[in-house]
């Protein structure tokens, strides 16, 4: 059985930092592209950053700079380092593993940035 586990998510003050995890079993994430979303309730979900099998990187332009994506396939886990976290970051942060067909969700980190 497949599963993406998020963690790492919590509250912290606007210019902290967090570190997310996406832990796989089931799968190898070496051979799928691992992308980050988030969502804020009511709105549509954002793709934040992906990382390839070939650990190429791609970001939105709201958090280029900031943000860190990275896969260490010895644990099976992509991370998304963030830095300099505004307000606007809060959000439910997914993880999402494709390759071709294949498509798998994680449960979501809340995240919060609140003084």
């Known amino acids: 059985q497949v599963q993406l586990v998020e963690s790492g998510g919590g509250l912290v003050q606007p210019g902290g930092s967090l570190r997310l995890s996406c832990v796989a079993s089931?799968?190898?994430?070496?051979?799928?592209?691992t992308i980050w979303y988030r969502q804020v309730p009511g709105k549509q979900r954002e793709w934040v950053a992906d990382?390839?099998?070939?650990?190429?990187?791609n970001y939105a332009d709201s958090v280029k700079g900031r943000f860190t994506i990275s896969r260490d396939n010895a644990k099976n886990t992509v991370y998304l380092q963030m830095n300099d976290l505004k307000a606007e970051d809060t959000a439910v942060y997914y993880c999402?593993?494709?390759?071709?067909?294949?498509?798998?969700w994680g449960e979501g980190t809340l995240v919060t940035v609140s003084s």
């Open positions: 990382i390839s099998r070939f650990r190429i990187t």
């Open positions: 999402n593993a494709v390759a071709g067909p294949r498509n798998y």
């Open positions: 089931g799968i190898s994430l070496s051979i799928y592209v």
